[in-house]
Nanobody
């Protein structure tokens, strides 16, 4: 399985970006998917996750109401719509997949990782 993240870049505070994570090598329609981020000097943290069915989702408190995770199983892709961006959202964002339909909030629960995509939010 390979995960390819894209969509990062520079945004102004209050702006929006949409990240994409395309999977190849296997159909991940039943896999839970997640987006993590890691800011300089900080631990990698879970931002949002979605179950394999798409019914359940999780958001970190810091992004609730601003970020939305979604999936398109036909495209084998998961998205992270980021609105009302803040400078503290600046980080490298990583997508991940879990070989189970149920979502979890710990890094160790994810089996596959993409390369990071850098998001920089200027004030």
């Amino acid at each position: 399985v390979q995960l390819q993240a894209s969509g990062g870049g520079l945004a102004q505070a209050g702006g929006s970006l949409r990240l994409s994570c395309a999977a190849s090598g296997r159909t991940l329609s039943s896999y839970a998917r997640g987006w993590f981020r890691q800011a300089p000097g900080k631990e990698r943290e879970l931002v949002a996750a979605i179950s394999g069915t798409g019914i359940a989702s999780y958001y970190a408190d810091s992004v609730k109401g601003r970020f939305t995770i979604s999936r398109d199983n036909a495209q084998n892709t998961v998205y992270l719509q980021m609105n009302s961006l803040k400078p503290e959202d600046t980080a490298v964002y990583y997508c991940a997949a879990r070989a189970s339909s149920s979502l979890v909030t710990v890094k160790s629960g994810y089996n596959f990782w993409g390369q990071g995509t850098l998001v920089t939010v200027s004030s």
